[in-house]
């Protein structure tokens, strides 16, 4: 007999704080708070004490204090998380740039190299027209 109170009295401490833990959002310290605070408010009930003595006002308190933590450090690491997609981003558009900075350069670089042995085709075209043309006015070729 006692094997069974034992057993159910062990399954109950196990689901309750199963309750707080879920209804915490998976935060053991808050659950902790919440469990204070409902312990608290119970006891108040069962004395018939007035509601809002120092007891329960201070573990509610404490319960908002711990939801209000566990809630600044969720918005702190989706900052986090953020900002190193953020980083990610910049890394990303500053390769991308670097890289068509590149390509621009080797572009000029070829367009410059054309036109250079365009025009230099041309004048050595036009100095052996000129030649021909000054050869036959002094009576060369």
């Known amino acids: 007999m006692s094997q069974r109170v034992l057993t159910t009295v062990g399954l109950v401490a196990a689901g309750g704080g199963a309750y707080y833990l879920y209804s915490a959002g998976g935060n053991p310290k808050l659950a902790e708070k919440?469990?204070?605070h409902d312990a608290a408010t119970a006891a108040r009930k069962i004395?018939?004490?007035?509601?809002g003595q120092d007891k329960e006002a201070k573990k509610a308190g404490e319960e908002g204090f711990e939801a209000?933590?566990?809630?600044?450090?969720?918005?702190?690491?989706?900052?986090?998380?953020?900002?190193?997609?953020?980083?990610?981003?910049?890394d990303h558009y500053k390769n991308d740039a670097e890289r068509k900075l590149e390509e621009v350069r080797r572009t000029t670089g070829k367009d410059v190299n054309a036109a250079a042995d365009k025009f230099?085709?041309?004048?050595?075209?036009e100095v052996e027209?000129?030649?021909?043309?000054?050869?036959?006015?002094?009576?060369?070729?």
Request: glycine share 12%; net charge positive.
């Open 68 to 90: 209000m933590r566990a809630k600044a450090q969720g918005i702190k690491q989706d900052a986090k998380v953020e900002a190193n997609r953020l980083g990610q981003n910049i």
């Open 34 to 36: 919440k469990l204070e």
């Open 129 to 141: 027209k000129s030649k021909s043309w000054v050869g036959s006015w002094f009576g060369g070729k």
């Open 47 to 51: 004395r018939g004490d007035i509601p």
């Open 120 to 125: 230099d085709k041309t004048v050595l075209d």
